[in-house]
């Protein structure tokens, strides 16, 4: 019984460039979440995302980022033109549906920024 | 002000003591009390969540939540080196309709042999 599964795991770019960075949800689950992880912060909210639709992205910065979840295939964050400060570890997790429902997390995917 | 403060440690014990890690939190809408473990590299998983105040048991571990002192609590008796790990409390209101979770920023544990 896969998990969430993420790709890749490790990501480096160089400012100026794009980042996308992929999640599978767990089997049976149709509700995503993305989370930001920056050094010695916690971990913070960023979009909840139904299959073809995007629930909730408080959390999204207002510019370059943007996030996706088609009916095929994976869940989509992408950062365009990348700075420094996007360095950081990029969580996806999953849930069977909405409410209280548990979130199941992926390993995440470490972005770099050269 | 952040919304929900925890001692980042590390926290330093021998095998076998009993562990007690804290947050605080500033808002009284939150309602669900959850807390994650995340070891190193890894993405955070649920270990024990709670409604609204109480005290909630599973195996060596016991979730507390005192909601009228705004603190949460998580206790690890008997511990052991497999739980060194960062512990996280997340925190959630009601009625958002879905699971819009605030973390605290982790407690980083060391359980030495």
């Known amino acids: 019984n896969a998990g969430v599964m993420q790709n890749p795991r490790h990501l480096v770019r160089r400012r100026g460039q794009e980042a996308r960075l992929r999640c599978s949800p767990m089997k049976g689950h149709s509700h995503v979440y993305w989370y930001r992880q920056l050094p010695e912060e916690g971990l913070k909210f960023m979009v909840y995302?139904?299959?073809?639709?995007?629930?909730?992205e408080s959390g999204m910065p207002k510019e370059r980022f943007s996030a996706e979840f088609p009916k095929e295939g994976p869940s989509i964050l992408r950062i365009q033109q990348v700075v420094r400060g996007d360095s950081a570890a990029y969580f996806c997790a999953s849930a069977r549906g909405h409410s209280q429902e548990t979130q199941y997390f992926g390993p995440g995917t470490r972005l770099l920024v050269l | 002000q952040k919304e929900v403060e925890q001692d980042p440690g590390p926290l330093s014990v021998p095998e076998g003591a009993i562990v007690s890690l804290n947050c605080t939190y500033s808002n009284s809408a939150f309602q669900y009390f959850m807390w994650y473990r995340q070891y190193s590299r890894k993405g955070p998983e649920l270990l024990m969540y709670?409604?609204?105040?109480g005290n909630k048991e599973d195996g060596r571990f016991t979730a507390q939540v005192d909601k009228s002192s705004k603190y949460i609590s998580l206790f690890i008796r008997d511990s052991q080196p497999s739980d060194s790990a960062t512990y996280l409390c997340?925190?959630?209101?009601?009625?958002?309709?879905?699971?819009?979770?605030?973390f605290g920023t982790g407690t980083r544990l060391l359980v030495s042999p």
């Open positions: 997340a925190l959630d209101r009601e009625n958002t309709g879905f699971q819009k979770l605030v």
């Open positions: 709670t409604y609204s105040s």
């Open positions: 995302l139904q299959k073809e639709n995007i629930i909730d």
